[in-house]
Nanobody
Framework: QVQLVESGGGLVQVGDSLKLSCAAS????????MGWFRQAPRKERELVAA????????FYEDSVKGRFTISRDNAKNTVHLQMNSLKREDTAVYYC????????????????????WGQGTQVTVSS
């Protein structure tokens, strides 16, 4: 089992920055990628960014490219999401995830495709 705990969410204004962190514990060698997903009210959960185990490969949803940066520290079993130039449409619950990179990137993914989820952290961007 792997446990994921997110931190860093909060209420910010348009244009502000925020950094989310996710600490992993347990059998952390059981997955090949980590990612950040988000779910806004009345919308489906969507991938925001993902990073391979080595950190050599990163993937971003189109609307966050150039604004968000995902990074990981395997020595500390943590993954971060630096979010800059936040917009109102970034408001959502953000979830840390660990599992198969291919499943994370699959357009038709469903939450059950992902092996491990954190509990989520709320990010609210106000104007």
């Amino acid at each position: 089992q792997v446990q994921l705990v997110e931190s860093g969410g909060g209420l910010v204004q348009v244009g502000d920055s925020l950094k989310l962190s996710c600490a992993a514990s347990g059998r952390t060698f059981n997955y090949d990628a980590m990612g950040w997903f988000r779910q806004a009210p009345r919308k489906e959960r969507e991938l925001v960014a993902a990073i391979s185990w080595s950190g050599a490969s990163t993937f971003y949803e189109d609307s966050v490219k150039g604004r968000f940066t995902i990074s990981r520290d395997n020595a500390k079993n943590t993954v971060h999401l630096q979010m800059n130039s936040l917009k109102r449409e970034d408001t959502a619950v953000y979830y840390c995830a660990a599992g198969s990179l291919a499943r994370m990137l699959h357009p038709g993914f469903v939450p059950s495709d992902i092996d491990y989820w954190g509990q989520g952290t709320q990010v609210t961007v106000s104007s």
